[in-house]
């Protein structure tokens, strides 16, 4: 994100928030050791680790039930998918008015 905005000529000196509800995973990210389990993120946790080390990003856990992200990486039951619809102000431009 950082590289993109500086290509778009908008100066950011705070650190990146990356918001997450996954404690294991921020865990993972700022101690990697090595699991079974972890051998697929293997470049991924170093990459955050060392920007995590650098000051460039700072990880906030996010409760599951406040992870707005979830409507675009998840299936969701539909009373979800509609409280977020609604948190991200989308309106559904097909429904007859």
Same mark, same amino acid.
Do not use: W
């Given at each position: 994100?950082k590289i993109i905005l500086d290509d778009l000529k908008v100066k ?45 990003? *700072?990880?906030? !856990?996010? /409760? &599951? ?10 299936g969701l039951p539909q009373g979800r998918f509609q409280d977020l ?5 989308? *309106?559904?431009? !097909?429904? /007859? &008015?």
């Amino acid at each position: 994100m950082k590289i993109i905005l500086d290509d778009l000529k908008v100066k950011v000196d705070n650190p990146v928030q990356l918001y997450c509800d996954n404690k294991s995973a921020m865990s993972i990210a700022h101690k990697p050791v090595q699991h079974d389990r972890t051998k697929h993120i293997e470049i991924d946790k170093h990459f955050i680790k060392d920007n995590l080390d650098r000051g460039f990003v *700072i990880t906030t !856990h996010v /409760p &599951t039930e406040l992870q707005i992200a979830d409507i675009f990486t998840k299936g969701l039951p539909q009373g979800r998918f509609q409280d977020l619809v609604g948190k991200l102000g989308m *309106i559904d431009i !097909h429904l /007859p &008015t």
